[in-house]
C-alpha cells in the first residue's frame, strides 16, 4: 500500500513565526503536492513537484515555499505564519499517470 | 471559475435509502477520481475512471463516466452510516497535470 506521512497531525504556532511541514512518501513517486483545505473552499493546490529539486507554483503560493532536495520528500515552509493560514495542510504524491494519494493532513492553527 | 461542479452539496438520508452525487464539468478530462474523506482524515481513493460510458462498481457503490468525459456520478444503493463522509471528484486534464477537484459532497447516513 501507498504511504504518504505527514509529520505532525496537529501544529500550533504564533504569528511571524516560520513553519515548516514536512511530507514523506514510500512508493518511489515521481510526483509530489501540496494542498490547504478550508470549508467551502475544498481542495487548493499550494505548490507541487515532478522532480527532485524541481518545483511549480500552484493556485495560491503566496506566503509559502516549497524543498525537494530528495524525491521521498517534499517540505511545505510558511515563511512568516499569519492567521489566514490556519488550515488543514494535505500532501499527495503519485507516480506516471497513477491516482494521487494523500496524507491523513496536518492541522494547523496560527494564533 | 469552478471547472468541476459537485451537487448537492450537503445530504442527509435515512439508512437503506439510495442516493446519487454529481460531478460536472464544461472541460475534458483523461480521467476522474472519487475519494472520500472522513473528518481529521486525508481523502481515500474509492475508484478512477478513464474511459468514456464506463461503470464502475464497488460493493453499493457504483461510479459512471459521462460518455463525453465531461461529468460522472456516483450512486450509493442502500446507504448505511459507514458511508458518511466528504465524497470528493477530482478530474485530470491532460497526462500529468495536476488535479482539479470539486468541492465535495458532504454525506450523512442517519440509522
Known amino acids: 500500500d501507498v504511504k504518504v506521512t505527514q509529520s505532525s497531525r496537529y501544529l500550533v504556532k504564533r504569528t511571524g513565526e516560520k513553519v515548516f511541514l514536512e511530507c514523506v512518501q514510500d512508493?518511489?513517486?515521481?510526483?509530489m503536492f501540496w494542498y490547504r483545505q478550508d470549508p467551502g473552499l475544498g481542495l487548493r493546490l499550494i505548490y507541487f513537484s515532478y522532480d527532485v529539486k524541481m518545483k511549480e507554483k500552484g493556485d495560491i503560493p503566496e506566503g509559502y515555499s516549497v524543498s525537494r532536495e530528495k524525491k521521498e520528500r517534499f517540505s511545505l515552509i510558511l515563511e512568516s505564519a499569519s492567521t489566514n493560514q490556519t488550515s488543514m495542510y494535505l500532501c499527495?504524491?503519485?507516480?506516471?499517470?497513477?491516482?494521487?494519494?494523500f496524507g491523513d493532513g496536518t492541522r494547523l492553527s496560527i494564533l | 471559475t469552478q471547472l468541476l461542479e459537485q451537487s448537492p452539496q450537503f445530504l442527509s438520508i435515512q439508512e437503506g435509502e439510495n442516493l446519487t452525487v454529481y460531478c460536472n464539468s464544461s472541460s475534458v478530462f483523461s480521467s476522474l477520481q472519487w475519494y472520500r474523506q472522513e473528518p481529521g482524515e486525508g481523502p481515500v481513493l474509492l475508484v478512477t475512471?478513464?474511459?468514456?460510458?464506463e461503470v464502475k462498481k464497488l460493493k453499493r457503490l457504483t461510479f459512471q463516466f459521462g460518455d463525453a468525459r465531461k461529468d460522472s456520478s456516483l450512486h450509493i444503493t442502500a446507504a448505511q452510516p459507514g458511508d458518511t463522509g466528504l465524497y470528493l471528484c477530482?478530474?485530470?486534464?491532460?497526462?500529468?497535470?495536476?488535479?482539479?477537484f470539486g468541492k465535495g459532497t458532504r454525506l450523512s447516513v442517519i440509522a
Open positions: 475512471v478513464v474511459t468514456g460510458g
Open positions: 512508493m518511489d513517486h515521481e510526483n
Open positions: 477530482a478530474g485530470e486534464r491532460s497526462g500529468n497535470t495536476p488535479l482539479v
Open positions: 499527495a504524491s503519485n507516480g506516471q499517470n497513477q491516482p494521487q494519494h
